[in-house]
């Protein structure tokens, strides 16, 4: 198993609190993976950090609502969509 999938198992188990970001359609990069954290922190890519970077936000609103659903991303104004399927486990509260 990847250190990325033992990262989540373990947030999973632990209920602390993670999204995972996979890139589910584009022009590359599709199966890629990004896990968030609470606190912004991310290990893993999607295969650009300036998309990384946009996912986070829609990552941490996963995280705090459990919602999983798709998001499309556009790096520039001539480029492919990419899509991206976020899924969030919220934090356990005490």
């Not at 999973?12 to 999204?19: K, L």
């Given at each position: 198993?990847?250190?990325?999938?033992?990262e989540?198992?373990?947030r999973i188990?632990q209920?602390?609190?993670?999204a995972?970001?996979?890139?589910?359609r584009?022009?590359?990069?599709?199966?890629?993976?990004?896990?968030?954290?609470?606190?912004?922190?991310?290990?893993?890519t999607?295969?650009?950090?300036q998309?990384?970077?946009?996912v986070?936000?829609d990552a941490?609103r996963a995280?705090?609502s459990?919602?999983?659903?798709?998001?499309?991303?556009?790096?520039?104004p001539?480029?492919?969509a990419?899509e991206?399927?976020?899924?969030?486990?919220?934090?356990?509260?005490n």
């Amino acid at each position: 198993m990847g250190k990325l999938y033992e990262e989540f198992r373990d947030r999973i188990e632990q209920e602390r609190g993670i999204a995972i970001a996979t890139v589910v359609r584009g022009a590359a990069h599709v199966g890629t993976k990004l896990l968030i954290y609470p606190d912004a922190s991310s290990q893993g890519t999607l295969g650009s950090p300036q998309l990384d970077q946009q996912v986070i936000g829609d990552a941490m609103r996963a995280i705090w609502s459990g919602v999983a659903s798709t998001h499309t991303y556009n790096l520039e104004p001539d480029s492919q969509a990419i899509e991206v399927f976020i899924e969030g486990f919220p934090h356990r509260q005490n």
